[in-house]
C-alpha cells in the first residue's frame, strides 16, 4: 500500500516584506527586548567590570587569574542572552560560536583557560563592558521618551482634568499654531492642550513601530558583528566535515568490496571449482564407470544450480533493475516482498518527485541492509519501510521538481527485542559509514524491549 502526500513549508515571517501591520505586530516583542535594556546592561557591565578589575589588580596573585577567568565566561553568559533576547524579539537568530573548539581534547585544565586563547571571548567582554552599555543608554532613553509620549499624549484627555491650570493665560496649541501661522488662536486650555497632545500622541505612535524596529535592529546588526561565529570557522568546519564523509565513503566502499570479495569467495567461487572437479572426474570416468559418471554429472549439475543461487543472491548488492527502471518506491516493495520478515511499506513522497539515482541506489542499500539486520538480530514478526521528503524547495510553492534544502527520510522499524546497537564490524557501523559518506544522518532507537526505529535523512 503507497500514499503520497505533498509536503509544503510556509515561507517564514523573516522572509515577508515587513508591512505596516506586521510592523505593529513586533511592537511588542521588540518592546520587551528594549524596555529591560538598562537593568540588563547595568548588572552586565557591573559584574563584568568588578570581576575583571579585581582579577587584574590580583593578577600576581593565583586568585586574580580565576577572577579575571570568570569575568570572560560571565560576559559570555550575558552575550548568549543577549542572542535569545533578540531570537524572542522576532529577529533571526545568530549563530553562536563554537566554544570548546580552542581546546576540544584537553583536559579540565586546557578548558578552563581556553577563554584566554579564544578571541569570542574577548570580544563578548568587549561588548558586555563597554559596547552595549553606550548603546543601550541611547537606545533605552528613544524606546522611553517615544513609548512615554506616544501614550501620555493619546491619553492627556482624559488625566489632564487632574492636573491644575493655575492661571495660565497661554495653551501648548495656540503657540504652536501662532509660531507656524503668525496668528494668536484664542482657545481654552484644557481643550487647547487636549488637542496639541493628542496631535502629538498620535505622531509619536504612528511611528512607534518604525523607531522599535529600527532600535532593535541596531542592537541586532551589533551582536552580529561581536557575537556570532565567523565566516572562517564555518567554513573550517565544514572543510573537516566533507573531508570526514569523504573518509567514511571510502572505508564504507572498501568494507563493501572486502564483503563482497569475500562472500564469492566463500560461495559461488568454491561451487565452481568443485563443479570443475566433478566435471574432470565424469570425464574420466565416461568410458569405464558410466553410473558412476552420470552420478557425477547430477552432482555438478546441482553445484551449477546452487552457484546461480548464489550469485543471484549476490547481485542484490548491486542496483537492481527495476530501481532504475521504476524507481525507488517499486525496488523498496519488491524487496519487502523477498524480505524474511513480513515487511509493509508506505510512501510519502510527493507525487512526481525525481530523486537523484545516486540517492535513490543509497536509499535501496541502506533499507536492504537494515532489513536483512531485523531478519538476523531482531526476532521481529513484521517490519515497516517508511520513505518520505523533509524539507521545501527553493522555487515558489514548493514545487516537487524544485531543487532545495530538502532531504529524503528512510525510517526502517520492527516490533523485535530491541537492544541494537553500532559495533565496529557489524551492520549497524557499516549503515553509519555509508551515511556519513553521503553527508547524512543516522538516527538509532533501540530500548530493550523495543521496538527498533532506523531514521536516515539523505541530503538532496
Known sequence: ?????????????????????????????????????????????????????????????????????????????????????????????????????????ARWFGKLFAPVIDGHYWLY??????????????????????????????????????????????????????????????????????IFFLITGVIFAVTLPFITRGLTWVHHQIARGMLSAWTSESLRQQVSGLASSRSAAVAAEGTALRRLERDIHDGPQQRLVRLQMDLAAADRQLDTDPA?????????????????????????????????????????????????????????LPEGMEVPPEVERNAYFI??????????????????????????????GGSAGGSGTRSLVLTVSDNGHGGAAEVEGHGIAGLVERVHGLGGILDLTSPDGGPTVVLVRLPL
Not at 557591565?45 to 586568585?63: C, D, N, R, S
Not at 515497516?384 to 521545501?392: D, I
Open 125 to 194: 567582554l568587549l561588548h558586555t563592558m563597554v559596547v552595549n552599555p553606550i548603546v543601550g543608554v541611547v537606545t533605552w532613553s528613544i524606546t522611553i521618551v517615544w513609548t512615554s509620549t506616544a501614550l501620555g499624549g493619546l491619553s492627556y484627555w482624559f488625566w489632564q482634568r487632574f492636573i491644575p491650570l493655575g492661571d495660565r493665560g497661554w495653551t501648548f496649541f495656540g503657540v504652536t499654531s501662532e509660531f507656524f501661522t503668525g496668528r494668536v488662536t484664542e482657545m481654552d486650555a484644557r481643550t487647547g492642550d487636549s
Open 367 to 396: 533499507a536492504a541492509e537494515a532489513l536483512t539486520n531485523v531478519a538476523k538480530h531482531s526476532g521481529a514478526n513484521t517490519a515497516t519501510v517508511l520513505v518520505a521528503v523533509e524539507g521545501v524547495s527553493e522555487d515558489a
Open 1 to 105: 500500500m503507497t500514499t503520497t502526500d505533498t509536503i509544503i513549508t510556509p515561507p517564514s515571517d523573516s522572509l515577508r516584506r515587513p508591512t505596516y501591520a506586521r510592523l505593529w505586530a513586533g511592537v511588542p516583542r521588540e518592546l520587551g527586548f528594549l524596555l529591560p535594556v538598562l537593568p540588563i546592561f547595568i548588572a552586565g557591565t557591573t559584574i563584568t567590570a568588578t570581576l575583571f578589575f579585581t582579577g587584574i589588580g590580583m593578577i600576581v596573585l593565583i586568585a586574580g587569574i580565576f577572577i579575571a577567568l570568570a569575568a570572560l565566561y560571565v560576559a559570555r553568559g550575558f552575550g548568549i542572552f543577549e542572542l535569545m533576547r533578540l531570537r524572542a524579539a522576532g529577529f533571526p537568530a545568530i549563530t553562536a560560536p563554537a566554544w570548546d573548539r580552542a581546546a576540544p581534547r
Open 292 to 348: 558412476a559418471a552420470r552420478a557425477l554429472l547430477d552432482e555438478a549439475m546441482q553445484q551449477s544450480k546452487d552457484a546461480l543461487d548464489e550469485l543471484r543472491a549476490l547481485s542484490r548488492g548491486f542496483a537492481p533493475p527495476i530501481l532504475m527502471d521504476r524507481g525507488l518506491v517499486a525496488a523498496l516493495e519488491s524487496l519487502a516482498v523477498r524480505a524474511a520478515v513480513p515487511t509493509h511499506v508506505t510512501s510519502e
